[in-house]
């Protein structure tokens, strides 16, 4: 993973251990972070399970444009299809993707990965970003890294 991927999963750790409001926001802190230090990170957020309705997403915190997107079914759109598959999954070019929900015309690549908790998908950090094809391997394994931090650190 790249330096700069490496020292900001480093400082969200020591963060989360020492920065008492920083847990508090735990989610929105992450997105925050994400959004200042990341260039090509223009909006971040996580769509969480519903507790209420079966196979259902809504948007929890996120930085960025707002979205219409507050609710998405399981299989709708690259955030339903990683719910349903469970699967990490990297748009480089969002319009070569059918099934896509589209946020701003100024998106034009996405990742989201799956948050995993004892085995159970509880939730996705979706990024979208106003460049095409910036995410790489990298990415994937620096999200997956955050999301086993949130779950170390009992924030989702
Ligand atoms: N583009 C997403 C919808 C969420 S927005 O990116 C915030 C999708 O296709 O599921």
Redesign the pocket.
């Known amino acids: 993973m790249n330096e700069l991927y490496k020292s900001i999963l480093q400082e969200i750790e020591s963060d989360l251990k020492n920065a008492p409001e920083a847990k508090r926001q735990c989610l929105q802190y992450i997105c925050d972070t994400l959004k200042e230090k990341i260039e090509d990170y223009d909006?971040v957020?996580f769509y969480l399970v519903s507790e209420k309705i079966p196979e259902l997403l809504e948007l929890g915190p996120f930085n960025g444009a707002p979205?219409d997107?507050t609710e998405?079914p399981f299989g709708k759109?690259?955030?339903?299809q990683v719910a349903s598959k469970k699967k990490t999954m990297i748009i480089q070019d969002v319009r070569q993707e059918e099934n896509?929900?589209?946020?701003s015309i100024d998106?034009k690549s996405?990742i989201v990965v799956p948050i995993i908790k004892e085995g159970k998908f509880v939730g996705e950090i979706?990024i979208?970003s106003h460049k095409k094809s910036p995410f790489g391997e990298d990415d994937e394994t620096f999200l997956q890294e955050i999301g086993k931090i949130l779950i170390k650190e009992d924030c989702i």
Do not use: K, M, N, S
């Not at 759109?77 to 339903?80: L, Q, R």
């Not at 896509?100 to 946020?103: G, N, P, Q, R, S």
């Open positions: 909006w957020g979205t997107h998405i759109g690259v955030c339903g896509y929900l589209a946020c998106v996405e979706d979208d």
